[in-house]
């Protein structure tokens, strides 16, 4: 850690110990609103004001809790699955946590998660929060101030039904039942002014009003946007504390480190094997006759590839709400949040 850094460190740390000890309260919410605005403005987070000048791993006890993982399993974002464990996963490396994903629990939704206590709030906090920010921002808003040709068009694009954009657009008298079909189901008749405003906005812009979207690729590749820029921002904070070079990385490395051993203790098998081994798992030979299971599984036919069809305007939303998301800093001691854009 630099010298210039322990000297901040120092000085936010003065100021905490002077806000516990002073009798007078307009003195301590003065204490307090500058260390909080000091740890605002050097991006100071907790375990550096707990951890200051004691490099001992015996002073960081890191803990195991099952985190709940209920928005992985649940049927209705099967879609979204790989983003949203990608963005799981990130946020952890961010707050030094390590997730012991081989031991997911599925009938309880819970994954074991290890690391320093704050540091678990931390993540917890920091998750659900970028989980709702990218749900918050899945479907385009209404913009009044733009026709209805426009709304209409991008509504289409992100893979929403008629009946949904003239609720959305605040009209639901341009839905009308026609009839009832099987087992009751009702039919729907929709205004004709959303395609003839979303027709003539293609026309005037040189669109195509092919409007059939996949909604399920929509919501896959949206997430995938969000989560990557996400992930850039992650690493761009990180950069810019110095948590990749110097001193404070060598910390940070340090405490994930206890935090892995722990998930070690737990569960031997997520140890990684050596570079030589040679179990079932990891050996490789050319015998053609081999019949160990990584040889006969090498020289089964490899599956016909998928291919689908992407959403541009899904991926594009994506990384754009990603830019824009906010990623919450932490300082429980002061009881505040702070917001990092």
Same mark, same amino acid.
């Given at each position: ?25 307009? *003195? ?25 000048? =004691? ?18 399993? =649940? ?29 997911? #629990?599925? !009938? ?10 704050? =540091? ?24 009044? #101030? ?10 289409? *694009? ?5 009946? #949904? ?46 409007? *059939? ?6 919501? %896959? ?30 910390? +940070?490395?340090?405490?994930?480190? @206890?935090?892995? %051993? ?5 569960? $031997? ?8 081994? =040679? ?11 081999? *019949?160990?299971? !990584?040889? @006969? ?5 490899? $599956? ?19 830019? %824009?998301?906010? +990623? ?14």
């Amino acid at each position: 850690m630099t010298d210039r850094r322990e000297s901040r460190l120092k000085v936010i740390r003065d100021l905490l110990a002077r806000a516990a000890s002073t009798e007078y309260e307009a *003195e301590r919410e003065l204490c307090l609103a500058k260390a909080d605005e000091l740890q605002t403005k050097f991006q100071v987070e907790e375990w550096e004001l707990a951890h200051a000048g =004691d490099k001992s791993a015996s002073s960081r006890t890191p803990i195991r809790r099952d985190m709940d993982c209920s928005w992985f399993m =649940d049927e209705n974002k099967y879609a979204i699955r790989s983003a949203l464990w990608s963005l799981f996963l990130n946020c952890c490396e961010h707050v030094r946590c390590v997730a012991a994903n081989k031991h997911a #629990d599925f !009938r309880a939704k819970t994954i074991p998660v290890f690391g320093l206590e704050d =540091d678990i709030d931390y993540l917890d906090m920091l998750f659900t929060n970028l989980f709702l920010q990218m749900m918050s921002k899945l479907r385009p808003k209404y913009d009044p #101030d733009k026709s209805l040709g426009f709304n209409v068009y991008n509504a289409k *694009e992100a893979g929403m039904t008629y009946k #949904d954009i003239a609720i959305w657009a605040g009209h639901p008298e341009w839905i009308k039942i026609k009839g009832y079909g099987k087992r009751g189901k009702p039919q729907y008749e929709y205004d004709g002014i959303m395609i003839r405003s979303m027709r003539k906005f293609a026309k005037e812009n040189g669109l195509s009003t092919h409007q *059939e979207v996949n909604l399920e690729n929509y919501l %896959e590749d949206y997430c995938s946007g969000f989560t990557s820029s996400v992930i850039l921002k992650l690493q761009a904070m990180r950069e810019d504390q110095g948590q990749d070079s110097g001193g404070m990385a060598i910390a +940070i490395r340090d405490m994930y480190d @206890v935090a892995r %051993e722990a998930m070690f203790t737990d569960f $031997p098998d997520q140890r990684p094997h050596p570079p030589d081994c =040679d179990c079932d798992i990891h050996h490789k030979c050319n015998d053609p006759d081999c *019949e160990r299971p !990584r040889c @006969v599984a090498a020289r089964k036919p490899a $599956p016909k590839a998928q291919y689908r069809s992407m959403s541009v305007a899904g991926a594009a939303r994506g990384m754009q709400a990603g830019r %824009e998301a906010k +990623i919450i800093g932490r300082s429980p001691r002061i009881g505040r949040q702070k917001e990092i854009g």
